[in-house]
Nanobody, 120 residues
Framework: QVQLVESGGGLVQPGGSLRLSCVRS????????VGWYRQAPGRQRELVAR???????NYADSVKGRFTISRDNAKNTMYLQMDSLKPEDTAVYYC??????????????WGQGTQVTVSS
């Protein structure tokens, strides 16, 4: 069982910064990719940023140049540095991990979410 716990959300003014963290626990055979998603009220959950085991990253067009995803494998932790925040970044942010268990079953696990509110 893979568990993910996010932290770092909060209220920030437009133009400000926040760093989200996601700690992973539980033993798995492999982690293929980790990522951050967000869901605003009345909208579908969307990809924000994703990084593969090989280090390849992709970002939503709306956050390119402002957000940076990173990971610390030794700490089983990934981060989302969010700069130049805009009111439209307001959402619940979820971390996700994809991989395989030792019995070869694929999994996709989610954290509980952390609220980010950008407002003056």
């Amino acid at each position: 069982q893979v568990q993910l716990v996010e932290s770092g959300g909060g209220l920030v003014q437009p133009g400000g910064s926040l760093r989200l963290s996601c700690v992973r626990s539980g033993s798995t055979f492999s982690i293929n990719a980790v990522g951050w998603y967000r869901q605003a009220p009345g909208r579908q959950r969307e990809l924000v940023a994703r990084i593969t085991s090989g280090g390849s990253t992709n970002y939503a067009d709306s956050v390119k140049g402002r957000f940076t995803i990173s990971r610390d494998n030794a700490k089983n932790t990934m981060y989302l540095q969010m700069d130049s925040l805009k009111p439209e970044d307001t959402a619940v942010y979820y971390c996700n991990a994809e991989g395989r268990h030792y019995d070869a079953r694929a999994f996709s696990s989610w954290g509980q979410g952390t609220q980010v509110t950008v407002s003056s």
